[in-house]
């Protein structure tokens, strides 16, 4: 190349020859010209990055759930929203196309591209479903609380266990019955020993766990609840705080507060498909009633209301007698423990048992005395000093 340029430049005259000087404007402008596409990989090269970023960004957000129908000709994918049932064809990337099949669920964000494959249903219900064949907690292990007990039974065990007095009086056994009051008051013990009672399956869900973690899976978990619940019946199906999907709704239109809805619709549902005689009972329990749709609470539903309160002097040595029966005492007067504790809930109590247990344990004595039983009174009271006090 050198030659020619040398060769050339003695090649004046001729017009097909290229002078010195165009030859440094060819050159000029060719290096202009690497200068703009320099710059236009550059920015090119930003761009993809920030896609990617963008990309990584859609991957981890995934809005809702779908159920893929089909997997078309094309190549696309054709979609099934959950809980609204509407209807998209999406694309998504080769690797996944390659593992979709009709019939499986899966994330889908906001740009309506595929995010992942959401794991079947029969695991994540197992996930927000607790199952017990039969409960072994028994009505001696509840302290006070006698009128709750006897209540429940009347709502939950005997029609499964005496359906023929209801046939025989004629009378219809309330349909669901709901417990509210403080955290830690035996709600959940309750349920438990009506279960175990009445022999039955006893079947939890969390409204809280299903509406946080479920996101558009909600209204298919409750149906799967009770599809569970028929399958194992007799059993009591338990909705533990309810007001998760039950709580009045200000309508803020945003898809989370929809999706609640349609939960709690589906809830309404399945409660009315519902026969009051079933050897399926329906029990649920809340901290707060006050916050609870009236739907909820209308006959045919939770149609019985009952307030599981703070036990007093004589419930809370119950409590204390079943919490320390295994353990050493040493001149522990329970029921001056009992007197003391006003205020202090079941779970509390169990607390301080154990507590004035491990305070023994520490200084590797005999016994609990009534000094570790002081030391353990403070701790789970200094522990528990929040805003629960709404009830008391
Ligand atoms: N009346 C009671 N008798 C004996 N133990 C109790 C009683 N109430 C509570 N407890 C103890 O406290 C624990 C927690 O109680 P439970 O789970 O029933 O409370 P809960 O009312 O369901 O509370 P939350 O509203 O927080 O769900 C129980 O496992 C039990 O050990
Ligand atoms: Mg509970």
């Not at 509407?86 to 390659?98: A, C, F, H, M, R």
């Not at 959401?118 to 072994?136: C, G, K, Q, Y």
């Amino acid at each position: 190349m050198d030659e020619t340029i040398i060769d050339n430049t003695h090649n004046e005259g001729n017009l097909t020859h290229t002078t010195d000087l165009e030859y440094e404007e060819i050159i000029e402008v060719l290096q202009g010209k690497i200068e703009i596409q320099t710059k236009e990989i550059f920015s090119l090269k930003k761009e993809t990055d920030q896609l990617k970023k963008e990309n990584n960004q859609l991957k981890r957000t995934p809005l809702f759930v779908a159920a893929v129908i089909d997997i078309l000709d094309s190549g696309e994918v054709y979609l099934r929203q959950q809980g609204n049932n509407q209807e998209y064809i999406t694309g998504s990337s080769e690797d996944l196309k390659n593992q979709l099949k009709p019939g499986m669920k899966v994330a889908v964000n906001n740009a309506l591209s595929i995010v992942r494959i959401v794991a079947n249903s029969v695991d994540s219900r197992v996930r927000v479903m607790e199952l017990i064949e039969t409960p072994d907690v028994s009505f001696e292990k509840i302290g006070g609380l006698r009128e709750e007990i006897e209540e429940v039974r009347e709502a939950v065990e005997y029609p499964l266990t005496k359906p023929e007095i209801f046939r025989r009086i004629g009378v219809e056994p309330p349909k669901g019955i709901l417990l509210y009051g403080p955290p830690g008051t035996g709600k959940t013990l309750i349920a438990k020993a009506v279960a175990h009672q009445a022999n039955a399956t006893f079947i939890r869900m969390s409204g809280s766990e299903l509406v946080h973690k479920f996101i558009g899976e909600g209204a298919q978990m409750v149906r799967e609840l009770f599809t569970m619940a028929r399958e194992r019946a007799p059993s009591i199906v338990f909705i533990d705080e309810i007001d998760a999907i039950g709580t009045m709704r200000i309508h803020d239109g945003t898809s989370g507060s929809a999706e609640v809805q349609r939960t709690l619709m589906q809830l309404l549902a399945e409660m009315d498909g519902f026969d009051n005689r079933g050897d399926v009972r329906i029990m649920a329990a809340t901290n707060r009633v006050d916050m609870l749709d009236p739907a909820l609470l209308r006959p045919g539903r939770f149609d019985r209301v009952l307030l599981v309160p703070l036990p007093d002097t004589a419930a809370r040595l119950e409590i204390l007698k079943i919490h320390s029966a295994k353990m050493q005492l040493k001149n522990v007067p329970l029921d001056k423990l009992a007197a003391e504790t006003e205020n202090t809930t079941g779970a509390e109590l169990e607390a301080i048992c154990r507590e004035a247990g491990m305070m023994a344990v520490r200084r590797d004595g005999d016994a609990i005395t009534w000094t570790d039983f002081e030391a353990a009174m403070r701790k789970v009271k200094d522990k528990t000093q929040k805003p629960d006090i709404m009830f008391l």
